[in-house]
């Protein structure tokens, strides 16, 4: 089992910047692509950046120049820079990691949301 902590959320005004944060803990074996999601009340859950072992990065056309997503692969953490924010931004964001095991057995696993409040 993995659980995954995220970190860093909060209250910012419309322009500001957060970093959020999410670390992964348990019986890990590798865990391969990592990101964050996020959701408002009534929609779907929205993907807004993922990150691979590697580096290889995608992100979500709405947060593209403005958040960076980057991971520490030793520690298996994840981040999330996020610049320039809009009140559009305002949302739970939710880490997913991507846990393999041992036999190639791959489990998802969610954080459990952190709240992201942009004001004007």
């Known amino acids: 089992q993995v659980q995954l902590v995220e970190s860093g959320g909060g209250l910012v005004q419309a322009g500001g910047s957060l970093r959020l944060s999410c670390a992964a803990s348990?019986?890990?074996?590798?865990?391969?692509?990592m990101g964050w999601f996020r959701q408002t009340p009534g929609n779907q859950r929205d993907l807004v950046a993922t990150?691979?072992?590697?580096?290889?990065?995608n992100y979500a056309d709405s947060v593209k120049g403005r958040f960076t997503i980057s991971r520490d692969n030793a520690k298996n953490t994840v981040y999330l820079q996020m610049n320039s924010l809009k009140l559009e931004d305002a949302a739970v964001y939710y880490c997913?990691?991507?846990?393999?095991?041992?036999?190639?057995?791959?489990?998802?696993?969610w954080g459990q949301g952190t709240q992201v409040t942009v004001s004007s």
């Open positions: 997913n990691a991507i846990h393999t095991q041992w036999n190639g057995v791959r489990t998802e696993y």
């Open positions: 348990g019986s890990i074996f590798r865990i391969t692509a």
């Open positions: 990150i691979t072992t590697g580096g290889g990065t």
